[in-house]
């Protein structure tokens, strides 16, 4: 059975869940809740039915996979990162981890984009200092933290999200 995953229909914080979930082939639908237009912005798809999916903490994103119903992105994250081994194997490769997904910048404010693409060559030099001769950043595979860091310089405030994905329901 398809896990749901749930989110406002704009890319925002799910748009690296959705990545993640393609990379891995999961199998999933999607739950689009529709935002009114301004100035209201009216809430009210995702108000009626929030606290009738049985989280603990209603909020979005969620994914809801059988009777495991989580929220907050990065914790849907890694958990789809754990499940398909992509989380570090040693306590280095984690604290290595923790740090690389921390070092990322989330905006979400146009009016901040220009200060983010100043910075981003000097940010990316570092990453590539980091990442030296390694094929990845904790060494010899893929993992969480590079799968963060590579959706984030993908993210969707820079690049559009695919038409139809493979997941896609």
Same mark, same amino acid.
């Given at each position: 059975?398809?896990?749901?995953?749930?989110?406002?229909?704009?890319?925002?914080?799910?748009?690296?869940?959705?990545?993640?979930?393609?990379?891995?082939?999961?199998?999933?639908?999607?739950?689009?809740?529709?935002?009114?237009?301004?100035?209201?912005?009216?809430?009210?798809?995702?108000?009626?039915?929030?606290?009738?999916?049985?989280?603990?903490?209603?909020?979005?994103?969620?994914?809801?996979?059988?009777?495991?119903?989580?929220?907050?992105?990065?914790?849907?994250?890694?958990?789809?990162?754990?499940?398909?081994?992509?989380?570090?194997?040693?306590?280095?490769? &984690?604290?290595? &981890?923790?740090?690389?997904?921390?070092?990322?910048?989330?905006?979400?404010?146009?009016?901040?984009?220009?200060?983010?693409? &100043? =910075?981003?060559?000097?940010?990316?030099? $570092?990453?590539?200092?980091? $990442?030296?001769?390694?094929?990845?950043? $904790?060494?010899?595979?893929?993992?969480?933290?590079?799968?963060?860091?590579?959706?984030?310089?993908?993210?969707?405030?820079?690049?559009?999200?695919?038409?139809? =994905?493979?997941?896609?329901?």
């Amino acid at each position: 059975m398809p896990m749901t995953m749930g989110y406002w229909d704009i890319h925002g914080l799910a748009h690296a869940i959705y990545l993640l979930l393609e990379y891995t082939y999961s199998s999933y639908k999607e739950k689009k809740y529709r935002m009114g237009d301004a100035p209201d912005y009216d809430r009210s798809q995702w108000l009626n039915e929030k606290f009738r999916l049985g989280l603990d903490f209603p909020n979005l994103p969620y994914l809801i996979d059988g009777a495991h119903k989580i929220i907050q992105s990065n914790t849907i994250l890694h958990c789809i990162a754990c499940r398909h081994n992509l989380c570090g194997e040693t306590e280095e490769e &984690e604290i290595w &981890e923790d740090i690389l997904e921390n070092q990322l910048i989330y905006n979400y404010f146009e009016k901040l984009k220009p200060e983010y693409l &100043e =910075v981003l060559p000097a940010m990316l030099k $570092l990453y590539s200092q980091f $990442l030296g001769k390694q094929p990845w950043f $904790l060494g010899g595979k893929i993992t969480f933290g590079l799968e963060k860091i590579s959706t984030y310089m993908k993210s969707s405030h820079f690049l559009p999200r695919p038409m139809a =994905v493979r997941g896609n329901k």
